[in-house]
Every structure is written in structure tokens, then in C-alpha cells.
């Protein structure tokens, strides 16, 4: 359960930051993931709420943005979300390349200043 660790990581950002701001506590932050992150959502939720008790970040509300898988498609050179036969949306084409989204990026944050 990797999304213990990314949890942990999480929080320490957010105290770190909330600390640099001066914020009494973190009420909120949004997260995009992407969709090749393989993150279980819930899993996540779980192991962030859990991990926040105690620190500044205790009933932080956690809002997560998943990411479509994008793909290029050969035949019509444009970057798509592939439809769920995976084809182009545009041209039907099967001739796609995925573009993997890994990432977990913190897009913002929300604190209670003192």
C-alpha cells in the first residue's frame, strides 16, 4: 500500500508549508492524479486522513482532480482522451500512442492563518 507513503509525504509538505505561511492549520488541498499514477483513490483518502491526525493538517478536507488518460493519435495528429474502445474521438482511429500521466501534483492549499 504505496499510498500510505505518498501520504506521509503529503502531510509533511503541508505542515512544512502551513509553517513557512504562518497557518494555524491546513483546511484544505486539492490534488490532480494521474491517471497512470496508480493510486486507489480510496486508499488514498484512507491512509491521508489517518496520517493527518495530530499534525496541522487534522480535518484537512482532501479533493482530488483525476486525470484522463491522454493518448496522440497517428492518424489525425492530435493529442485525445481515447474513447472506451480505445479509438480517437475524432477519427476513430486505433492508432494511438498512450501519453502516461504519472503524476500527483499538489495544485493548491488551503490554511486557517493565526
Known amino acids: 500500500m504505496h499510498e500510505l507513503s505518498l ?4 502531510v ?3 505542515e512544512q508549508q502551513a509553517r513557512e505561511h504562518g497557518a494555524k492549520r491546513v483546511t484544505g488541498v486539492w490534488l490532480e492524479l494521474g491517471a497512470g499514477a496508480c493510486v486507489e483513490e480510496s486508499a488514498l483518502q484512507f491512509g491521508f486522513d489517518i496520517t493527518c491526525q495530530g499534525t496541522l493538517a487534522e480535518g484537512c478536507q ?12 497517428w492518424s489525425c495528429s492530435q493529442s485525445v482522451e481515447p474513447t472506451q474502445e480505445g479509438a480517437c474521438p475524432h477519427c476513430q482511429s486505433p492508432a494511438l500512442q498512450p501519453q502516461i500521466n504519472i503524476d500527483m ?3 493548491s ?4 492563518q493565526e
Open 105 to 107: 501534483q499538489i495544485k
Open 62 to 73: 482532501l479533493h482530488i482532480l483525476s486525470l484522463p488518460l491522454q493518448a496522440w493519435c
Open 7 to 10: 501520504c506521509q509525504n503529503l
Open 12 to 14: 509533511s509538505i503541508l
Open 109 to 112: 492549499i488551503e490554511i486557517q
